[in-house]
């Protein structure tokens, strides 16, 4: 494990909603955003409506613009957010996690605890200098981001369809060779 669980999750989380954007978009349905809600363990307020998808939808560019900087505008980027939210960091225990890092109210609207919640996670992404382990597809038809967790930083493309779709048109390309 590079981060913490709650860093990871939080990046995942993030990552996956930005990737929703496509092309396809993945996330224009409430039923959708609930599927994403359920995959990546988020608890507390959930108003299932269409302003929550709105706003959650919303945010995709702030986090793409978040997770793609360099290290000192993700930095100024963090403390905007935190700041505007005026988020007070607090360890919370809920199941099925252990202690962990919550910054605004579970009550506070799901959009704000998204923001909160990858800003907070990338505060240790950025103390850590690990910024490489946020990238762009290595797909250049594709303009989804990748997460490398992997121990050698290994991760290209950001979903098997994109690597699977690179490894035929590298194994086509030798064939043409011979």
């Known amino acids: 494990m590079i981060f913490t669980h709650d860093t990871e999750l939080s990046l995942q989380a993030a990552v996956a909603l930005v990737n929703s954007a496509g092309p396809p978009d993945t996330m224009t349905t409430v039923a959708e955003l609930d599927a994403w809600f359920d995959a990546h ?5 959930h108003d299932r409506d269409a302003g929550e998808l709105a706003d959650v939808r919303g945010l995709r560019d702030e986090l793409r613009r978040l997770l793609t900087s360099d290290r000192d505008a993700a ?3 963090v ?5 505007q939210a005026r988020a007070v960091p607090q360890l919370m225990r ?3 996690f252990d202690w962990h890092v919550h910054a605004v109210s ?9 923001r909160v919640e990858t800003a907070v996670a990338m505060m240790d992404v950025i103390r ?3 910024m490489s382990r946020l990238s762009a597809c290595a797909d250049g038809a594709c303009e989804g981001l990748v997460l490398d967790l992997s ?3 290994s991760r290209r493309y950001c979903s098997t369809t994109c690597g699977n779709r690179n490894a035929v048109a590298a194994y086509r390309a030798r064939r043409a060779a011979r």
């Open 151 to 153: 121990r050698n930083r």
């Open 106 to 114: 579970q009550d506070e609207s799901l959009v704000t605890r998204v």
């Open 94 to 96: 809920h199941d099925p």
């Open 75 to 77: 930095a100024e980027q």
């Open 79 to 83: 403390n905007v957010m935190l700041a």
């Open 41 to 45: 363990g988020y608890t507390g307020r």
């Open 128 to 130: 850590a200098d690990e």
